[in-house]
Structure formats: structure tokens, C-alpha cells
């Protein structure tokens, strides 16, 4: 993209005004100061006009959230409950949930203004494997693990494989870590009820090799160069 479209495209400028800050060699690229108008800006060039780096409203970014509970997943809502947007306001680009995570689920959420990697994600095809940890009421026998592990149904519909591991059974309740790659409204809920566990807590810790690690709940950060390689190549 022309240097003098990107400045005025983050939105701090008309494209004339960009001209002139770039003739009077107030615009760096990459830390050097340039005073061409159709100079081209690469991926990962850094512009800073006036001494601040700027980006670009199209720019594609990539985070991950560690969405809080009671926090819906969509960029607004008619009852005024706090949105995943809020999350990331201070980014200007308008990020997008991938996928979804129920009120009560917390964890690790992708977002990102990059629609086609939304849809490769998100496509059934594609579907990678998302891992959360329950922690879940009562006792679970080895016989439902292996259930889980199995397949069980859902209201009509039976869950693929999913990799279960029990990592601590307590007097009344239990923290199971389950790995699924289908993505049904609410599954991993209604795949403990199926068993007769009810969830009382629901965390996302991963999706694929993409892990919300240390990451605060309600911080993002941005995906590494790395990571977003991965995703793509899904
Ligand atoms: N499964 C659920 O039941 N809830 C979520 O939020 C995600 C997976």
C-alpha cells in the first residue's frame, strides 16, 4: 500500500495531510525518515508519523483474550452485558470473535479482523482440536471417561473421539481436561451431562498449539509470527 494511503487510512489524517507530513520528513519507515509519497509499506514495515508508529485499519491482527466470565461473545448486545469487544477497545482495528465461548466459559478466545482465516477455523473441515478444563460435580468412574473418550450422544447428535484426562478427582467434584475438535452449541456441557457430571466451571486453555499459557484473565496479547503461520496452515 502507498505510504501517503496508509498514514490517512489509520485514521489520523486526510490523505492530503499525510502528503505533507510526509514532504516536511515527518514520516519514518522502519526508523529512517522517507519523503517519497508512493513508496510502498510492506507487511511488517513500521511507520511512525510525527514520532508515533502507526498502523494501518486494515492491518490484520491476531490476539487471543482470556475471556472472564460473564463476558458474551459478539462485538455488541441489545441487554448491555459486558462483550468480548471491550476486551480489545484499545486496539483500533474491529476484531471479530472466532467461534464462540458460552457466558460461563472462560479462557482462551482468538480474535482477529482477518475474515478468511475466521472461515478456516471455523469450517468443520478444518475443525482443530480446542482443549478446555471442567471441573465438574461429583465422581467420575473410569467407565465415563472412557465414554467420553468414546463418544457419547447429545441430543441427536454423537460427539467424534475426544482425548479426556482426569487430573484430579476430589470428594465432590472433579477437574477433567477433555480435547474435542467438533464445536456444537454448548457440547462440552452437554457431553458431561450425558455422563451425569454436571460442569460448574468451564475454562478454555487451548486451541490447537495456540495456548492462553500465563496470559491475565481479561488481557490479550498478540499472536507470534509463529503462531499465526500455524493457524494459517490449519
Ligand atoms: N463447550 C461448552 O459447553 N461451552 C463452551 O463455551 C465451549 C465448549
Keep these: 500500500m502507498r505510504l501517503n494511503k496508509y498514514i490517512a487510512s489509520a485514521g489520523i489524517c486526510s490523505r492530503r495531510?499525510?502528503?505533507?507530513?510526509?514532504e516536511n520528513g515527518n514520516v519514518k519507515v522502519n526508523g529512517a525518515v522517507v519523503k517519497t509519497m508512493g513508496w510502498q509499506v510492506e507487511e511488517d514495515d513500521v511507520?511512525?508519523?510525527n514520532g508515533r508508529v502507526i498502523e494501518a485499519v486494515n492491518k490484520k491482527i491476531y490476539v487471543v483474550v482470556n475471556k472472564p466470565l460473564g463476558y458474551i461473545t459478539?462485538?455488541?448486545?441489545?441487554?448491555?452485558?459486558?462483550t468480548v469487544a471491550d476486551l480489545v477497545a484499545d486496539i483500533p482495528q474491529r476484531l471479530f470473535p472466532v467461534?464462540?465461548?458460552d457466558y460461563n466459559t472462560t479462557g482462551l478466545l482468538i480474535m482477529t479482523n482477518d475474515g478468511e482465516l475466521?472461515?478456516?477455523l471455523t469450517h468443520p473441515r478444518h475443525e482443530?482440536?480446542?482443549?478446555?478444563?471442567?471441573?465438574?460435580?461429583?465422581?467420575?468412574?473410569?467407565?465415563?471417561?472412557?465414554?467420553?473418550?468414546?463418544?457419547?450422544?447429545?441430543?441427536?447428535?454423537?460427539t467424534s473421539p475426544a482425548k479426556v484426562r482426569l487430573v484430579r478427582q476430589m470428594p465432590r467434584h472433579a477437574v477433567v481436561e477433555i480435547s474435542i475438535r467438533e464445536g456444537k452449541n454448548r457440547q462440552v456441557r452437554k457431553m458431561f451431562a450425558a455422563v451425569g457430571n454436571k460442569v460448574q466451571e468451564l475454562h478454555r486453555t487451548a486451541i490447537g498449539e495456540i495456548r492462553l499459557g500465563r496470559l491475565k484473565e481479561g488481557h490479550y496479547r498478540k499472536l507470534t509470527k509463529e503462531e499465526i503461520a500455524y493457524l494459517k496452515g490449519l
Design 17 to 22: 495531510k499525510a502528503d505533507e507530513l510526509i
Design 118 to 120: 475466521t472461515q478456516t
Design 99 to 101: 467461534g464462540r465461548l
Design 74 to 82: 459478539s462485538m455488541q448486545d441489545e441487554k448491555d452485558r459486558d
Design 47 to 49: 511507520v511512525e508519523a
Design 128 to 158: 482443530v482440536y480446542k482443549t478446555y478444563v471442567a471441573k465438574v460435580a461429583g465422581v467420575i468412574s473410569d467407565s465415563r471417561l472412557a465414554k467420553l473418550r468414546k463418544g457419547v450422544d447429545i441430543g441427536g447428535f454423537v
